[in-house]
């Protein structure tokens, strides 16, 4: 039962990153996946979570209308795009699995990617 981030790096501010979950020993399909992130100095957050089938999904304020969550049950990926990144994205993120909903407590972690965003 494994989670593997990919995908993070410096970016300038405005540009594009696409994070992505690869989960390995176990069906996705019956995950919901949050993204989180934590920033030196700060608190963890999750920025977005996903359902099992994907039928709901759900964004902090601070990434609304720039992030999407979306996955594929199919090839056991989970992505984030990240468009209009800002300085106060940079933080180290993570993705992890959660039993069928979001509203449920991550079971499973990944490694995470760092992701920094300056010019």
């Known amino acids: 039962l494994q989670l593997v981030e990919s995908g993070g790096g410096l970016v300038q501010p405005g540009g594009s990153l696409r994070l992505s979950c690869a989960a390995s020993g176990f069906p996705l399909s019956s995950y919901a996946i949050g993204w989180f992130r934590q920033a030196p100095g700060k608190e963890r957050e999750e920025v977005s979570c996903i359902s099992s089938s994907g039928s709901s999904t759900n964004y902090a304020d601070s990434v609304k209308g720039r992030f999407t969550i979306s996955r594929d049950n199919a090839n056991n990926m989970v992505y984030l795009q990240m468009n209009s990144l800002r300085t106060g994205d940079t933080a180290f993120y993570s993705c992890?699995?959660?039993?069928?909903?979001?509203?449920?407590?991550?079971?499973?972690w990944g490694q995470g990617t760092q992701v920094t965003v300056s010019s």
């Open positions: 992890a699995a959660k039993a069928f909903v979001c509203s449920q407590e991550p079971v499973r």
